[in-house]
């Protein structure tokens, strides 16, 4: 089965500075992949993603991903951290093959900003 | 556009009660998703619908669990009889097709004393 593996349950970075939260996914095939933003009580929120279009995808909020397929990475960046930016994110995957439609998440990371 | 209602926001209950949740998907949406996300976890696949049909339920507990989509708009997910590891935040999505442009509610936040 597909999974994603998320590196650091918990990032913490200045406000400024940059962030990078790490996804590695398994497949045998590259799939789709997705970044969402959870802020605390509410619903996940799509970022941003990858659907084999180009490896450098552009999201909301001035957060960005590069899908790389020797790495099997899809890490998220962001250049300059802000305050509004603290939550938390998680990786998705969903095959492309046919029959298996759904997101399957990691285990999320909880992005800090320290002032 | 609406976005996908879920209510109550938030139930505690004992364990051994039942429990049931609602969620209205975003209009014309056809496939509706219920995911269960346990604190420190991601969100995990309960039950998903096409229109009113279950595509996926493999990770259901059907011995407690059931959801049903009569319609094929709103749906129900129900609790009976609750343990205590089934407190989390149960969250509905709703897409126009399979596994595109997911939508999720605000989620209900479960908790069992």
């Known amino acids: 089965a597909q999974s994603v593996t998320q590196l650091g349950s918990h990032v913490s970075v200045s406000e400024g500075a940059l962030v990078l939260l790490r996804c590695n996914y398994s497949?045998?095939?590259?799939?789709?992949l997705f970044w969402y933003v959870q802020y605390p009580n509410q619903g996940l929120q799509l970022l941003l993603k990858?659907?084999?279009?180009?490896?450098l995808v552009k999201g909301i909020n001035g957060f960005e991903a590069e899908f790389k397929k020797s790495e099997t990475s899809f890490h998220l960046t962001k250049p300059s951290a802000h305050m509004s930016d603290a939550a938390e994110y998680f990786c998705?995957?969903?095959?492309?093959?046919?029959?298996?439609?759904?997101?399957?998440f990691g285990q999320g990371t909880r992005l800090t900003i320290n002032p | 556009e609406a976005g996908v209602a879920q209510s109550p926001r938030y139930k505690i209950i004992e364990k051994r009660q039942s429990v049931a949740f609602w969620c209205n998907p975003i209009?014309?949406?056809?496939?509706l998703y219920w995911y269960q996300q346990i604190l420190g976890q991601g969100p995990k696949l309960l039950i998903q619908?096409?229109?009113?049909?279950?595509?996926?339920d493999s990770q259901l507990p059907k011995d407690r669990f059931s959801a049903e989509r009569l319609k094929g708009v709103d749906s129900t997910l129900k609790i009976q009889p609750a343990k205590l590891e089934d407190s989390a935040v149960y969250l509905c999505?709703?897409?126009?097709?399979?596994?595109?442009?997911?939508?999720f509610g605000s989620g209900t936040r479960l908790t069992v004393v």
């Open positions: 999505a709703s897409s126009l097709r399979q596994g595109y442009g997911y939508t």
């Open positions: 497949s045998s095939v590259p799939p789709y």
């Open positions: 990858y659907t084999s279009a180009a490896t």
């Open positions: 998705a995957v969903r095959p492309i093959i046919q029959g298996a439609q759904k997101l399957v």
């Open positions: 209009s014309g949406h056809a496939t």
């Open positions: 619908f096409q229109n009113n049909g279950v595509v996926d």
